[in-house]
């Protein structure tokens, strides 16, 4: 990976080899699976009842931990390093399931080992690296990247659909829409990163990563 220039960092690694085309014909079905096991880790409410008067069950997943790591911040001026850690996996995990889902891996995503997508956090030391009030308008502070992040979005979407056809005919996935999806990808980490999971206080930059995953 290239060196950390900001304290997310991002990368997915190339495949330089024909991709698996069944596989990716049938990505939204085979993907199914193991979205189900993300969102069953990423935060929710299921709740189910029977009869008037019968028995409730109810089932809560975890996600990422916003509203902990802020209150510590505040007032404590600490980051508990399992809570980091936590972040870290489970955005990584979420990393690549949309990697796989995006068409950038034909190998089934893994809930541990890292595969091809490479994302780490810098761990804060909080009292000397973050602002204890600033969590409490982040997420208000990151709303122009929201914007400008929607509309890559749509980029990324109409890139995919063009990679799909070209992965089929070709087994391969053009070098450069590669780069472009890799690119926001990593863009939308670094918002996370900052507005999300609070691991930082430097304000992300307005630009695509400058990272080449081809390389």
């Excluded at 089929?168 to 670094?190: E, K, M, Q, S, Y």
């Amino acid at each position: 990976m290239a060196p950390v220039t900001y304290p997310v960092s991002f990368s997915v690694d190339y495949p330089d080899r024909p991709l698996n085309r069944l596989t990716t014909f049938f990505r939204l079905f085979t993907a199914i699976p193991i979205v189900i096991v993300l969102a069953t880790v990423s935060g929710g409410v299921w709740q189910s009842s029977s009869g008037k008067a019968g028995s409730q069950a109810v089932a809560a997943a975890g996600g990422l931990l916003f509203v902990g790591p802020l209150l510590m911040i505040l007032f404590r001026e600490k980051y508990p390093r399992w809570w980091f850690d936590w972040n870290l996996e489970l955005h990584r995990f979420s990393n690549r399931v949309g990697v796989y889902v995006a068409l950038m891996d034909d190998r089934y995503p893994s809930t541990d080992d890292h595969q091809a997508v490479h994302l780490d956090y810098v761990y804060p030391d909080a009292p000397q690296e973050l602002n204890r009030f600033l969590p409490l308008v982040k997420w208000l502070l990151a709303i122009p990247h929201y914007i400008v992040l929607f509309f890559l979005d749509i980029g990324v979407v109409v890139v995919v659909i063009v990679a799909w056809f070209a992965i089929l005919f070709t087994g391969r996935f053009p070098p450069a829409l590669f780069r472009f999806v890799a690119d926001v990808i990593g863009w939308h980490n670094r918002v996370v990163g900052y507005a999300l999971t609070l691991i930082t206080d430097r304000y992300p930059p307005f630009r695509l990563s400058l990272e080449d995953p081809t390389a």
